[in-house]
């Protein structure tokens, strides 16, 4: 946005003033701008974060007892609901087809992002769209991920949580205009304390928001990230309860042997085949579904496709829903060797089938879920084959959801924040340390994008190549204007300055102007519309003048945010390589020649000499093709030179006489 130095004018969202700033902007601004806004802005974000996860879970809990009339549904075995006895197991079939003609329509008509597991759009907004998130993502999000889950969807509730937190930040920040870099910690900080909440594990939260979503660490987004984090736990735990998630798990559990170890590394090559094997698979059913729906109408196809994910259902009831009574079932040693293979291969099933079909759910939980079955499996195998030294199955599974969802994902921070405190065995730390980093290895090996990316992989999105662009996206027009010695007051003073000593005046035009706050992005839109090679720069608050904004400016911060990520003495040895046999010339154009008063594309340049820039008033622009060239205007073209003269061959007489 830029606005008349002298008055207001509005923006595309809301209205700026230039002026003497009152109590109201000062605090606006400096939420904007300083350490102390952002340290209260996280406190807000985490606050609704916290709230916004204990909504979603009571939301999910209430819609499955509508269907069911159970909030733990499934581990039964094939049961019917109870609201519904006449229909018996035909029940489990129909559950996501009625689902599915729920929520169906309400993604497509008002947010078909919404479809899916969230998070990569979240990842994509942050990287590439500035933080922005439309704010009606999260109320869509959260009703259909909570009928999707309530109806039998085989999908978590974590990727639900962080795209409805996101959005809630997206949405205030925008509200306020936070200026793009702050805009991509706040959401950050709305996903981590979406995490935080619902597994009661803030260095989780702050870890996911970071590692996943924000894919960069500074003092400052670290700061807001642990505030957020610490703020959403504190809120859902009253709601929730404070004992870590998987309760149940024996907090003392340790690897006691060092030999163990190796079987450890084992189960960590194992779990991360598991984790790039689920992520191929879901993107497989994906594309299988979206051959076979082409052509047909979008909000439809849950509820067809819910007939297939009701089949399973019907095959392996205890795949409904989230499946957290599944594991803790697991945990406690209620399954045979077999049934938990079976769960595991199921679960990879129904959670891709879920997604393919177009539901709305998450893929954190299934991870764990699929790393857990994977981690018991192997330790009732290990302690079989090599008796109590092994140790018990339950650190295995432990040591199996870290490797899983290491692998899918590539976090392994998070990996293990969560690992540890949704067990509360921090003496784990090591086991769980080493199959991360195992499991982490292992899956870059075998594929480039993680169960995140690849669906930004599959749109021509790469993250991985763009994240080097982080430093330019930082840049503000504050960072990048010449600053001047003394700010001067945006308020008229009373007294015009008199030129007449130095000169006359030829000419006078009201600027335009950008605030020190506004993206690099936008600042250069309005300086390339200005029509000027430079704009002032107004404070945050709107009080004070405090530079002036060039090309030049810019272009030199460019280079400098650049060169930072560089290593020095490779930008010291970088000298840039002359282009062989062009010159760039400079050609004033003369009164009634061929280019006088022409279209510059009309213009009969000579072969080899191409106009790229065109200096006029003393400021040099590119030249636009549809422009037309006057007389005292200077050209630069891009000539190539002419090849140099042959030499001649000296003949036999010339040889001879010399």
Partial sequence: MHTPLASAAPSRTTRRTVGSPGAHRRFVGALRSTRFGL????????????????????????????????????????????????????????????????????????APEARGHGVPEVMVAVAERGGRIRPQVALVKALASAITIGSG?????????????????????????MPEHRLRVLVACGAGGGIAATFNAPITGVFFGAEIILRELSAESLFALMVSAMVADAVAIPFLGDRPFLEDFPVHAAITAPQDYLLVALLAVVAAFLGQ????????????????????????????GGVLVGLLLLALPQLYGVGYPVMFAALDGRYALG????????????????????????????????GLMAGTAFGMVVTHVLGPVAGSPVLYAAMGMAGVFSS?????????????????????????????????????????????TTKLLRRG??????????????????????????ALPAAPAGSEPDLSALG?????????????????????????????????????????VTGWLTTGSVLGAVRRSLAAERDQAEAASDVPDPLPDFDVVELRVAPGSAADGRVAVDVAWPDGAVPVAVERAGTDRALDPRSRVGAGDVVQLLVRRAAPAPVAEPSAEDAVTA
């Fill in 39 to 110: 340290l209260a802005l996280a406190v807000v974000i985490g606050a609704g974060a916290g709230l916004g996860a204990v909504v979603f879970r009571l939301l999910v809990e209430g819609i499955t007892w509508a269907f069911t009339g159970s909030t733990a549904f499934g581990q039964q075995g094939r049961v019917g609901s109870a609201h519904l006895p006449w229909l018996g197991l035909a029940f489990l079939v129909l559950a996501p087809v009625v689902g599915g003609l729920l929520y169906g329509p309400l993604v497509h008509r008002f």
């Fill in 504 to 544: 006359a005046v030829v000419s006078r035009a009201r600027p335009q102007a950008v605030f020190e706050d506004e993206p690099i992005a936008e600042a250069l839109r309005n300086l390339d519309g200005s029509g000027r090679d430079g704009l002032p720069v107004v404070a945050t608050d709107g009080g004070a």
């Fill in 339 to 370: 049934f938990l293979l079976l769960l595991l291969v199921g679960k990879m099933l129904a959670t891709s089938l879920t997604l393919g079909v177009g539901g709305s759910g998450g893929v954190f939980a299934p991870s764990l879920f699929v």
């Fill in 408 to 452: 899918s994902t590539r976090a392994p921070l998070t990996a293990l924040a969560s690992i540890v405190e949704m067990t509360g065995a921090f003496g784990l730390a090591l086991p769980v340390m080493l199959t991360v980093g195992i499991a982490t290895a292992v899956s870059r090996e075998l594929g480039y994008g993680t169960i995140y």
């Fill in 277 to 304: 094997g689920f992520s191929k698979l879901l993107y497989l059913i994906e594309d299988v579904c979206d051959r076979l729906w082409r052509g047909r109408p979008e909000w439809a196809r849950p509820a067809v």
């Fill in 153 to 177: 969807g085989s999908v978590g509730r974590e990727g639900p949580i962080v795209q409805i937190g996101s959005a809630l930040a997206s949405g205030f920040g925008q509200w306020i205009r």
């Fill in 461 to 486: 999105q790469d993250l991985e190549r763009t994240a080097p662009w982080a430093a330019f996206l930082r840049l503000t027009a504050g960072t990048t204007m010449h600053p001047f010695g003394r």
